[in-house]
Every structure is written in structure tokens, then in C-alpha cells.
């Protein structure tokens, strides 16, 4: 299952889920911490949080405690960690 967070866009409001896959350390990581990369965003994004959050429940990822903002310039990629469940 995908992991998603949020990207807000301070161009113009909008809020983007973002989807993150496991992306394993280059080398050795630190213990109980999980390495994911951004994999794309939704690129027309929503007006509202609450049809975004929506947006990734349809989707049946999981939604992770991540809210970055961007631009609306480029293409965003991003790092995030999260804790290793057992």
C-alpha cells in the first residue's frame, strides 16, 4: 500500500496528495525508521483539505502526517520518514 501525504500549493490554494513509495537507504539507515520517496502528485489538486484527504481514501492509500508546501513551480519530489511498525 501506497503512503500519502499532502502538498499545498501557495500559488493558489490548492491541495495536492502527494504518494510516496519505499525507497530504501542508500546505505545503512537508522534503526526503526522507514525511508519513502515521492512517486507523483495529483496534479490538478483539490480547493478544499477535506476533498483531498477524500481523494486519498478512494484511492485506498494511507494517509500519512505530511503537509508541504510548494510553489506550483516544477515537479516536487520529496523524502519523508516515518517510523517502523512492527
Do not use: C
Not at 483539490?46 to 515537479?75: C, K, N, P, T
Amino acid at each position: 500500500m501506497y503512503k500519502a501525504g499532502m502538498l499545498k500549493n501557495t500559488s493558489n490554494g490548492r491541495f495536492h496528495p502527494v504518494i510516496f513509495r519505499p525507497a530504501p537507504f542508500p546505505g545503512p539507515g537508522p534503526e526503526k525508521v522507514l525511508r519513502y520517496r515521492s512517486l507523483g502528485h495529483h496534479t490538478t489538486g483539490f480547493a478544499e483539505l477535506a476533498d483531498a484527504e477524500a481523494s486519498i481514501v478512494e484511492q485506498g492509500w494511507e494517509r500519512v502526517d505530511h503537509l508541504a508546501e510548494w510553489d506550483g513551480q516544477g515537479i516536487p519530489a520529496e523524502t519523508i520518514l516515518l517510523p517502523a511498525t512492527a
